[in-house]
């Protein structure tokens, strides 16, 4: 997808989000406060935070699309990770928020009036956040961005929390309140892993970790596969954000002209930008057979 597409995609999803915690936000939160429901401001409390982090990626998830400059010379693909990360560590406090009430309304009982109108709020939240995922993970095909990942995730997240306020409502309705802490407490532990989940892989992509080794092998045989190569060594490739950076030394003829040898060079660079996820690649050419720098020969 091209750049100014792709930017105007990511802006979309990242309003839809917006726009979608900001609505259920309204509804459950006027529901619960009009009938006294705890599960429902809870509800609309962890929307408050969504939207808070929707924001985040609307403002800097979009840094992520700008072109290299003086002050970034290798463009700005870490900004995404970060905040995919900044979503993910949401997700795991609203989690533990949400464990935190439920063990209240478990120890202390929870007091609410029941109303067709708190069912009809949560239905209203649960199509919402639906219709959000849809269209964020829709647009993500093309992006495959980490920051509308984390998004998407936490709509799902929000789904469930709030069928889960559907069943404390429920409970209500018939006569078993205990129902509602029980639900939030099993839902939360699911939010918290999610939000473990989401920050976990972002870190890796933040500190510059090893892609799994089926990936460092295709890489591999992509060099190999040039019939000027004899041998390939001191191969390293790392996560620069979400793109692929690949360093290696590639063994070819020590008689070739300069000429050749440069020409050998672009026709692996390119190779290499071509392979999915590879975001850059730079390669020094060995002549064959003198060993140097031979920590990790292949």
Request: glycine share 10%.
């Amino acid at each position: 997808m091209a750049e100014s597409s792709g930017r105007r995609a990511f802006a979309r999803a990242s309003w839809a989000n917006v726009l979608g915690n900001a609505a259920k936000i309204v509804v459950e939160g006027a529901a619960g406060l009009l009938f006294g429901s705890v599960a429902l401001l809870a509800d609309a409390s962890h929307s408050v935070a969504d939207l808070v982090a929707s924001v985040v990626v609307l403002t800097w998830g979009d840094s992520s699309f700008a072109d290299p400059d003086t002050t970034h010379p290798h463009g700005h693909d870490r900004i995404e990770p970060l905040t995919a990360l900044f979503v993910g560590a949401v997700i795991v406090v609203l989690g533990l928020n949400l464990l935190y009430e439920s063990i209240q309304g478990l120890a202390y009982g929870t007091e609410v009036r029941f109303s067709y109108l708190l069912v009809g709020a949560l239905g209203f939240a649960v199509v919402d956040m639906y219709l959000v995922y849809r269209y964020t993970e829709r647009v993500n095909e093309q992006l495959d961005s980490t920051a509308l990942s984390a998004l998407s995730k936490d709509c799902l997240n929000d789904i469930y929390t709030s069928v889960a306020a559907i069943v404390g409502v429920s409970g209500v309705f018939l006569g078993i309140p205990v129902l509602d802490p029980i639900a939030g407490a099993v839902v939360s532990l699911l939010v918290v892993y999610q939000g473990v989940e989401i920050g976990r892989e972002n870190v890796d992509y933040l500190v510059g970790a090893a892609p799994p080794a089926e990936r460092r092998e295709e890489i591999a045989e992509t060099l190999r596969a040039h019939p000027a190569v004899e041998g390939i060594h001191d191969l390293t490739v790392f996560y620069d954000g979400t793109a692929l950076e690949v360093e290696a030394h590639v063994e070819v003829d020590g008689t070739l002209t300069l000429r050749e040898a440069h020409g050998i060079e672009t026709d692996l660079i390119d190779g290499l930008r071509a392979v999915d996820a590879v975001g850059d690649a730079h390669v020094h050419l060995d002549p064959s057979g003198i060993g140097e720098w031979k920590e990790a020969t292949e």
